[in-house]
């Protein structure tokens, strides 16, 4: 076995892809409509399907927002300077929501950023 994606549920498709293509620098890796069942599927990711987990996200047509509840987390993406890809990130126009440093009770240096939805992305500093 091996992990082949998470799904994210998106209000507003075209934004979620210029979020993940254009501001952390992934790739449209394929996308599909599917007009019986009035939604679109989009994978995006640093690398083939074949090779990494990616990201799925679905959008329904006619829903605009979703409810992220409490139970969701994060994805979490590594990164070779935590606060160069805040910077980068900012400077595409992203939003970063707690800046690059030491995690509480720990050394390893995170950033969190967030996309248009509002779901939370971890940069995790490559040691």
């Known amino acids: 076995m091996r992990l082949l994606h998470t799904m994210l549920r998106v209000g507003d498709l075209d934004r979620s892809l210029a979020f993940y293509t254009e501001v952390l620098g992934m790739r449209l890796l394929r996308r599909q409509d599917y007009p019986e069942g009035k939604f679109t599927l989009a994978f995006v990711g640093y690398q083939d399907e074949a090779e990494g987990a990616v990201i799925e996200l679905t959008h329904n047509?006619?829903?605009?927002?979703?409810?992220?509840?409490?139970?969701?987390?994060?994805?979490?993406?590594?990164?070779?300077?935590?606060?160069?890809?805040?910077?980068?990130?900012?400077?595409?126009?992203?939003?970063?929501?707690?800046?690059?440093?030491?995690?509480?009770?720990?050394?390893?240096?995170?950033?969190?950023?967030?996309?248009?939805?509002?779901?939370?992305?971890?940069?995790?500093?490559?040691?």
Do not use: N
């Not at 993406?77 to 720990?106: F, N, Q, S, T, W």
């Open 61 to 127: 047509w006619g829903v605009e927002s979703y409810e992220l509840g409490t139970a969701y987390g994060h994805v979490a993406l590594a990164v070779p300077d935590a606060y160069a890809a805040c910077d980068a990130i900012r400077a595409r126009g992203g939003k970063v929501v707690r800046e690059a440093g030491p995690m509480k009770h720990g050394s390893t240096v995170i950033a969190f950023v967030e996309d248009p939805d509002g779901y939370k992305i971890e940069l995790i500093q490559a040691a």
